[in-house]
């Protein structure tokens, strides 16, 4: 965990600030092992291998559960699958993620969320349209992180990344440039509330961008039903969820018409 990152951080529990009570091991301006204690409300994350576990595990329910173990278990396979998977059915990653990412307003210096950050592998892709930027990355799955954290390594690419659920970021309000998030919100437990959170934590005049399957994806239902995943009901882009005060809404498919690319704006204040 970046020390840069601490004011940015916020506690799952009550949004209060962090400050930190213990380190046990730091490398430069990096915290790798170490505590954090909430000034608020007193209570405490661990910091382990640089990710900070901001996430109260026992609010974790539902599908969001069973995603979350689903990838704890996955995340060492994941990404010879979905590589495999994106050069069948779109042409290959630079098609997937490259044609997503050209969605995302970006300008160098950014400091950009994803929620929902997975492996990172939408990362390579985002940084070749802006020059820098300041990079976080949200996900539910401590095991799915891990494998991130290879990867930006091998990359170098430098991103701050997090443990936390995507219906209460442990952000602070108006803290990002851009947010956006990439195939998972058809599975989230509160689509409403996630939503709402990547709405808040945004800047205003922000982009939100978020993009999911749509009905034309063949595979989803039956295949997610056979690995015990909650088979979704509905597919495609939940309009109606987004927060009443957005502007500039835009809904397009992208990728064959199997993924939907769907927009909103924070007002400027």
Not at 48 to 64: C, E, F, T
Not at 96 to 115: M, T
Not at 130 to 140: M, Q, R, V
Not at 248 to 266: H, I, P, S, W
Request: positive net charge.
């Amino acid at each position: 965990m970046k020390l840069s990152a601490l004011n940015i951080y916020t506690c799952p529990e009550c949004k209060g600030k962090f400050e930190i009570i213990k380190t046990d091991s730091v490398k430069k301006h990096d915290i790798l092992e170490g505590t954090l204690k909430c000034k608020a409300c007193g209570g405490q994350a661990a910091i382990h291998k640089g990710i900070p576990a901001l996430i109260n595990q026992r609010n974790v329910k539902g599908s969001d559960l069973k995603f979350q173990k689903f990838y704890d278990r996955m995340s060492p396979v994941y990404d010879p699958i979905v590589k495999f998977a994106s050069r069948i059915l779109f042409g290959g990653d630079i098609a997937f993620r490259g044609e997503f990412a050209r969605h995302l307003e970006l300008k160098p210096q950014d400091r950009v969320l994803e929620v929902s950050v997975g492996s990172c592998g939408n990362y390579p892709y985002i940084g070749t349209f802006s020059g820098h930027l300041e990079l976080f990355g949200l996900d539910i799955s401590k095991n799915f992180l891990k494998q991130g954290l290879k990867n930006i390594k091998r990359w170098k690419i430098d991103a701050e990344l997090c443990q936390g659920n995507a219906d209460d970021m442990p952000y602070g309000d108006n803290s990002f440039d851009c947010v956006f998030h990439k195939g998972g919100i058809n599975g989230f437990s509160d689509k409403s509330k996630a939503l709402g959170e990547m709405f808040r934590v945004a800047k205003p005049g922000s982009l939100i961008t978020v993009s999911d399957e749509t009905e034309n994806m063949f595979y989803t239902k039956k295949q997610f039903k056979k690995v015990g995943l909650p088979s979704f009901e509905e597919l495609g882009a939940p309009l109606d969820l987004i927060p009443e005060e957005a502007v500039d809404v835009e809904l397009e498919q992208t990728a064959q018409g199997m993924m939907y690319v769907m927009k909103f704006r924070k007002p400027l204040e």
